[in-house]
């Protein structure tokens, strides 16, 4: 299945962080999501063959990457209180399969 | 208006019951249609999807769409505690884009023994 590391993370306000995610095998698009507490996730994007496929509403310091193994790389930069969420990454085989399959997510503490 | 939008509750049922599980969605373009089970401290995970009008069954779930009417349910039959948990509906404005899956923020199940 689609694995993530770490499980959790706390960091202090300005600071950097990167979360990495594997897909499932055989998987070869990613989706990135934020979900805030009671809330349902949120798409901050998608990567297709290393590059990426569709954003959502999230500011340019929410960044991305793929590798040619179909990891991935979610990268935030000058952190912020509010984003402190659990990071979830989803895998499908195709990028125009929209069946997605979830991790079991990053929770990300922010202070 | 929020693009999908679910009733929060909690929807409280008996051991044995019927839970119905309701989500509208805003744009008529929709395309594709998710259910996620998502457990307290968990990851969200897929339960059914549903691409054409009707009903689909899945052992104890049944998901229905209606395009005409924006909506789409989610019952589970012979309800258990173990169903006790968020329930997501998602929506993918179009299949062949893949991509964005839009949330709603989820409906709390709690079945009672």
């Known amino acids: 299945g689609v694995t993530q590391s770490p499980t959790h993370l706390i960091k202090t306000r300005g600071q950097q962080v990167t979360l990495r995610c594997s897909s499932q095998s055989g998987h070869n698009t990613v989706s990135w999501y934020q979900q805030a507490l009671g809330q349902g996730p949120q798409f901050i994007f998608q990567?297709?063959?290393?590059?990426?496929?569709g954003r959502g509403n999230f500011p340019p310091r929410f960044s991305g990457l793929q590798f040619p193994n179909d990891s991935s790389e979610l990268n935030v930069n000058a952190l912020e209180l509010d984003d402190s969420a659990l990071y979830l990454c989803?895998?499908?085989?195709?990028?125009?399969?929209?069946?997605?399959?979830f991790g079991p997510g990053t929770r990300l503490t922010v202070t | 208006q929020k693009e999908v939008e679910q009733n929060s509750g909690p929807l409280s049922v008996p051991e044995g019951a019927i839970a119905s599980l309701n989500c509208t969605y805003s744009?008529?373009?929709?395309?594709?249609f998710f259910w996620y089970r998502q457990y307290s401290g968990k990851s969200p995970e897929l339960i059914m999807s549903i691409y054409s009008n009707g009903d689909k069954e899945d052992g104890r779930f049944t998901a229905q769409l209606n395009k005409a009417s924006q909506y789409v349910s989610l019952l589970i039959r012979d309800s258990q505690p173990s169903d006790s948990a968020t329930y997501l509906c998602?929506?993918?404005?179009?299949?062949?884009?893949?991509?964005?899956?839009?949330f709603g923020q989820g409906t709390e199940l709690s079945v009672k023994p």
């Open positions: 744009d008529r373009g929709s395309q594709s």
């Open positions: 998602a929506v993918n404005r179009d299949r062949n884009q893949g991509g964005k899956l839009i």
């Open positions: 990567y297709y063959r290393e590059e990426e496929n």
């Open positions: 989803a895998s499908s085989p195709t990028s125009y399969a929209s069946e997605q399959y």
